[in-house]
C-alpha cells in the first residue's frame, strides 16, 4: 500500500532502502525526544527501555547509522558518541562504588538493590563495562590485602 508504515527485520531494510523502494523513518529509540533528553542530561535515560530484547542501544544505532546518509549518519555518530562519554564516567563511578560495597551492595541484595537498578538502566555494552569494573576494584582490592599483608610480617 502506498505510503504506509511496516516494521522490517533490518537485513531486509538495506535492500529495499538501498534500492529505493521505500522511505526511512528513523526509528524511536533515536526520535529527537529521546534525542533531546540525551542533550539535557544523558545519565537519566534508561537506554535499556529503548530498544527490547539485549538492549543494545548502541549496537542498533551503528546499524542504523550505517543506513543513513553522511549528513544524518554523522549527526547519529556524534549523538552515541557524546551520550556514551555523557554516561562513561558515571557507570565506572557506580560499578566501582558497587564493587566496594561487597557482594550485597550493601543493599538487600535483593532483586530491587540499588546496584541491580541501576545495573538495568544500562545498555548492554555499558553492564558490560561495569561487571569489568567491578572485577578490577575486586582484584586491585585483593592485590592489595595480599601484599600489605606480605609487608607486615
Not at 531494510?13 to 534500492?19: E, K, P, Q
Not at 528513523?26 to 542530561?41: D, G, T, Y
Not at 562513561?88 to 560495597?101: P, S, T
Not at 561487571?131 to 595480599?146: D, P
Request: proline letters at 5%.
Amino acid at each position: 500500500m502506498p505510503h504506509s508504515k511496516h516494521q522490517l527485520p533490518i537485513w531486509l531494510a538495506y535492500i529495499v532502502i538501498y534500492s529505493d523502494w521505500v522511505d526511512f523513518d528513523i526509528p524511536q529509540p533515536f526520535s529527537n525526544k529521546v534525542r533531546n533528553a540525551l542533550r539535557a542530561e544523558p545519565r537519566s535515560v534508561r537506554l535499556s527501555n529503548l530498544v527490547g530484547a539485549g538492549s543494545g542501544w548502541y549496537t542498533f544505532g551503528k546499524i542504523i547509522m550505517d543506513v543513513l546518509g553522511d549528513e544524518q549518519g554523522l549527526e547519529m555518530s556524534e549523538m552515541l558518541v557524546s551520550t556514551f562519554k555523557g554516561r562513561l564516567v558515571d557507570v565506572i563511578d557506580q560499578a566501582q562504588h558497587f564493587a566496594a560495597l561487597g557482594p550485597v551492595g550493601g543493599g538487600s541484595g535483593g532483586v530491587d538493590s540499588a546496584p541491580q537498578m541501576f545495573r538495568e538502566g544500562l545498555d548492554a555494552t555499558e553492564r558490560e563495562l561495569f561487571v569489568l569494573a567491578q572485577e578490577s576494584v575486586r582484584q586491585m582490592k585483593k592485590w592489595y590485602e595480599e601484599n600489605s599483608g606480605a609487608k607486615k610480617t
